[in-house]
């Protein structure tokens, strides 16, 4: 009886509802004072960079883009520009837009919660930390020529020629794809086949597709760092 | 202190005051409706709010501080309006004069320039924090969707605005940005399958974006265009049925 009443109480607490006005309406007013004055005091300490007159001339090195592309710019070391600048943030594009319709898993509405969530949040914090991460290596660490420098190295010209890359062979690289690709569908699919039952074909192969090429950007990278690979495929008209 | 109170009763009393403000402060429930509802810039609010939505460790108001750091840019990209004329003769000199001369000049750019960058980081924090509390689930996928889109938006209208000094760091970062246009497979001319259907540097996608087949007098103007005027229409539209749909899609998410 007694529970009864609580969960009566409780359901009530979550339904209870307050008026706009004073009780967002204050809370509004408010933060948007505080955010003024702090953008106002912040410009008044800090003045907005303005470098020489643009000229055509006489490149910036390193010209770099606006900080919130820096993550792309920064993965153009590993692909070439079509993949890095177009492809990438297309597909991030399409796979944020896609999220509330590959997630069906109706808990977690409305609150912070973890353990009801975890694959979903997993993905996505890993994929927007490795966005800022990226971002923090392409502003701090990257100087002329776009060569790595730690932030406690000043930057200079004087740094080491940067060891000869290799391509796989077709041969080799066109299996690796194949089975990067082909295990990655496959093996959660086994090993989590409830999980993979309750999204359903489509949802699945697409929600895995995602996942498996923001993680294969991981692997280019580690590729690279690791073994100095160029190219995993090579075709006439593109390279990956 | 009497004859203030009296003045001042007067005062709201008087039928002018009256057609402009419909009511006062009384504390009533339905006054306070009224406080909203009546409100042409309140009524966006619903009357009520669930108790959980106003606190602030839920939304942390970053969808609200986006909005307003929006119109704080507007305010200010107005003013810069003024004194700043997008022609390459001009350009970089308006800007020092900002700087230098006109009065409040430097603390108008500058906060219009870091507000810029703020709007950035609130408007990705937002996207987290609507993510985590689960906030994109039915019934409000396509209302995630739309973020999304403001989202790249945000980027756009940043992104324009960096090359309007016309100074070494705006110049050299768009020439960045803009050859990786160049790199569109089939619409850039350095992409892939781009020879196969005659895409050149003087057609292809960069070429629309720059007005030329160099960063130039046309890209300034371009970038200013789409920076004052286009990307912030859409963006309002986009707003308006953002805003919109928060209500229509039942409020403000919550616990079920």
New interface residues.
């Given amino acids: 009886m007694s529970n009864n009443a609580d969960a009566q109480v409780a359901k009530n607490?979550?339904?209870?509802?307050?008026?706009?006005?004073?009780?967002?309406?204050a809370?509004?007013f408010i933060?948007?004072i505080l955010?003024?004055v702090i953008?106002?005091a912040?410009?008044?300490y800090?003045?907005?960079?303005?470098?020489?007159?643009?000229?055509?001339g006489?490149?910036?090195n390193p010209?770099?883009?606006?900080?919130?592309?820096l993550g792309?710019?920064e993965i153009l070391v590993y692909f070439?520009?079509?993949i890095?600048?177009?492809?990438v943030p297309s597909i991030i594009?399409m796979g944020?837009?896609a999220?509330?319709?590959i997630?069906t898993?109706?808990?977690?509405?409305?609150?912070?919660?973890f353990w009801d969530?975890r694959f979903a949040?997993t993905v996505?914090l890993f994929g927007?930390i490795f966005w800022y991460a990226l971002i923090v290596v392409g502003t701090y660490m990257r100087g002329p020529f776009w060569s790595f420098f730690w932030p406690w190295e000043t930057w200079s010209f004087d740094f080491p020629t940067p060891p000869p890359s290799i391509s796989l062979p077709n041969w080799l690289g066109i299996p690796a794809l194949l089975a990067y690709f082909g295990f990655g569908m496959l093996v959660p699919a086994v090993l989590f086949w409830k999980f993979a039952k309750q999204l359903g074909f489509i949802r699945y192969n697409i929600t895995m597709s995602l996942l498996l090429l923001m993680i294969g950007v991981l692997v280019k990278i580690a590729l690279r760092l690791m073994f100095n690979i160029k190219y995993i495929l090579q075709t006439p008209?593109?390279n990956i | 202190m009497n004859l203030i109170l009296y003045l001042i009763r007067k005062l709201t009393e008087t039928e002018v005051w009256k057609s402009v403000f419909r009511h006062g402060y009384t504390d009533t429930?339905r006054n306070?409706?009224l406080?909203?509802i009546s409100n042409v810039w309140?009524h966006l609010?619903?009357?009520?709010?669930?108790?959980?939505?106003?606190k602030?460790r839920y939304t942390w108001?970053l969808g609200?501080?986006t909005f307003?750091?929006f119109l704080?840019l507007t305010v200010t990209g107005v003013l810069l309006m003024f004194y700043y004329v997008p022609d390459?003769n001009r350009a970089?000199a308006d800007?020092i004069d900002l700087?230098y001369v006109v009065p409040l000049g430097?603390?108008l750019?500058?906060?219009?320039?870091?507000?810029g960058?703020?709007m950035?980081i609130t408007v990705c924090f937002h996207m987290?924090r609507v993510?985590?509390?689960?906030?994109?689930?039915?019934p409000?996928?396509?209302n995630?969707?739309l973020g999304?889109l403001l989202?790249?938006l945000t980027?756009l209208l940043?992104?324009t605005g960096?090359l309007l000094?016309?100074?070494?760091?705006?110049?050299?970062?768009i020439?960045?940005?803009t050859?990786?246009?160049?790199?569109?497979?089939v619409m850039?001319y350095?992409?892939?399958?781009a020879e196969m259907l005659g895409v050149k540097i003087n057609n292809d996608i960069r070429f629309a974006l720059l007005g030329g087949t160099?960063?130039d007098a046309p890209s300034l103007l371009r970038a200013y265009v789409w920076h004052c005027i286009g990307i912030p229409i859409i963006s309002g539209a986009l707003m308006i049925l953002h805003f919109w749909r928060v209500r229509k899609d039942g409020g403000i998410?919550?616990?079920?």
């Fill in positions: 607490n979550k339904t209870e509802k307050v008026f706009s006005w004073p009780n967002l309406v809370k509004e933060a948007a955010c003024t953008l106002l912040y410009s008044y800090v003045d907005a960079p303005l470098r020489e007159l643009a000229n055509p006489e490149p910036e010209a770099k883009a606006p900080w919130y592309f792309l710019q070439d520009p079509w890095a600048g177009v492809v594009l944020l837009m999220i509330p319709y997630d898993n109706p808990k977690g509405n409305g609150g912070y919660c969530r949040i996505f927007f008209w593109f | 429930p306070r409706a406080q909203t309140l609010h619903p009357v009520k709010v669930p108790k959980h939505a106003v602030i108001c609200g501080l307003f750091i704080y390459v970089y800007m700087m430097r603390l750019r500058t906060s219009h320039r870091w507000a960058h703020a950035v987290l993510f985590l509390t689960g906030s994109y689930k039915a409000r996928q396509f995630w969707v999304v989202l790249v980027f940043s992104f960096y000094p016309w100074d070494q760091l705006g110049y050299w970062a020439m960045v940005g050859n990786m246009g160049a790199a569109t497979p850039g350095q992409g892939p399958f160099q960063i998410s919550g616990p079920l």
